[in-house]
């Protein structure tokens, strides 16, 4: 079965400073893998998602992440953090056949806190 | 484009009853999926329709049922509720393929007392 793995429960960044998000996946075939992001209250927004290509993809609010097929990784950063970016970020790889064709597989979140 | 909707936003209901909530996915979609999420368990998968069928089901007790109706609406309900149903229920909607992108409604809060 797939499954993700966010080692990282909480990270703690100044405003302005890099970021690097990890995420571990495990998947018989390619994987097809997503970033959200969680603001308190609100739903999941997607960040990104790699099918296929380029291993490095761009999305949304000046996040990219780079797919590493030899470490089974999916890390996501950010060049630049605002406080705005204090959320919760949550990896997720979908299931592509079987039983649970479509089925998304969540990490267990990161909790970024970004300081003035 | 409207997005997803959940109603109620928030319910706190009683152990041994049963509750509704509803998903108004965005115009068009048809796959409507639904997640548990929780401090302690995360974001776990519950069911997913498309087309008025239920095609995928995670591992939960037969307490959690859904169904989804022709405007691709989708209700799910947890009956005799247990303290542990307490969770914030996500609502994801989508075209119709796995390649296509999820999207979330804000959730219901659901509290067992």
Known sequence: AQSVTQPDIHITVSEG???ELRCN???GATPYLFWYV???GQGLQLLLKYFSGDTLVQGIKGFEAE?????SSFNLRKPSVHWSDAAEYFCAVVNRGGTSYGKLTFGQGTILTVHP | KAGVTQTPRYLIKT????????CSPISGHRSVSWYQQTPGQGLQFLFEYFSETQRNKGNFPGRFSGRQFSNSRSEMNVSTLE???????????????YTDTQYFGPGTRLTVL
């Open chain 2, 15 to 22: 152990r041994g009853q049963q509750v509704t909530l509803s």
């Open chain 2, 83 to 97: 303290l542990g149903d307490s969770a914030l229920y996500l609502c994801a909607s989508s075209l119709n393929h």
């Open chain 1, 38 to 40: 969680q603001s308190p």
């Open chain 1, 25 to 27: 996946y495990s998947y």
């Open chain 1, 67 to 71: 797919f590493k097929r030899s470490q």
């Open chain 1, 17 to 19: 400073a890099s970021l």
